[in-house]
Each structure stands twice: as C-alpha cells, then as structure tokens.
C-alpha cells in the first residue's frame, strides 16, 4: 500500500520536474503538490484489533446506511471519500468461501443505487463455526480500481489487510440475524478496530 503511493509520487515527481526543466517552476508545482497527495492517501496505519466475537470495519469512513435485507440479513453501506484510509481489512476471521467479481456502473458511491449497479467485488468469508460474513468493494465516481489480495480457501485474521479500493468508494457489509449490530447511520468506522456488530449469545 505504502510502496503504491511512492510508486505514483515517484512518477508525478518526474512529472512535475520535468514541467519544470521545459517550462517553469510555477507549472511543476501541481505535480509535486498531488505527490505528496498521493503519499498521504496511500498511507497504511497500523490499528488495534479488538477482541471478542466481533465483525469489525472492512474499511475506514462514514455509514450511510443501515437497512434490513430479505432473510433476517442487516446490510451496512460505508463510504469512503478521498482523504479516508483506503485499505480493506477482514470483518471475521475464517477462509475465503468465495470471491465474485461483478463490472458495472461508476455511479456517486454515496448513493443507495451503487450497492446494486456499480463495478464490485464481494467476498464471503465463513468463520470455523460456520458463521458467515459477506462484504463488496464497490467502485465509486473516481474510484475506478479495485484490488484485492487474496482468493478462495485462503485463510485470513480479523482485522488483516485484504485489500483496497483507489479514491473514493463505498464498501457493503451484510450481517445475518445472529448478529447484534453495534453502529447507525452517520457513525465514522475505523477498518479493523471498529466493531460493526457482535456475535449473540447462542447463535
């Protein structure tokens, strides 16, 4: 993620100096200021991981949405704009069940509309009592490229980095009716210490 972000600085530096050397110094400025743009974006802070049966945040921003689905599921919608961490990290921990990628549309990933019709990857990941977490990276306006790192039978930890969506996105998770969810609408979450929800007694 790091090394992403200096990738790019590295290049609209090279950019800016070489708008400089064949203009002026005044028309190299916007490359270098969009170089330390892309470093602050690309940033990776390291987070508590809290304990306990929880899903945490697969992603940094602010819940747009709180809306129950057909067959007792919660789906929670999180949009990340440009000056959000952008990497993805595991709700539960378990194995990659399954991976689905879907193209389409590039609509504001703040709109309800975007959950349905834009470009996404969805993700499965069953937990070793069965439990399951099902959370898509959804491409937004600006967001035009979705990464993630791993694939089918891959074990992953709660918390642990997955993935990421570039400037600007939105990121669904939808929670069965085993879980107690623990944020609304408007509440700002942190991926991989922000508790969405927690496991119910019995479940």
Known sequence: MVITGIYYAIGL????????????????????LLAVFCLYFFRD????IPQGPFAVSPADGRVVQVNKEPGGLTRLSIFLNVFDVHVNRAPISGK???VAYKKGKFMVASKAAASVENEQNTVTIQAHDGTEVVFSQIAGLIARRIVF????GDSVAMGERVGLIKFGSRVDVLLGPQWEILVREGDRVSAGSTALARLKENA
């Open 149 to 152: 790192y791993k694939k089918p």
């Open 13 to 32: 530096v090279l950019g800016g100096a070489l708008v400089s050397y064949l203009t002026s110094v005044w028309l190299g400025l916007p490359f270098y």
């Open 45 to 48: 802070p390291e987070r508590q």
């Open 96 to 98: 990659i069940a399954q």
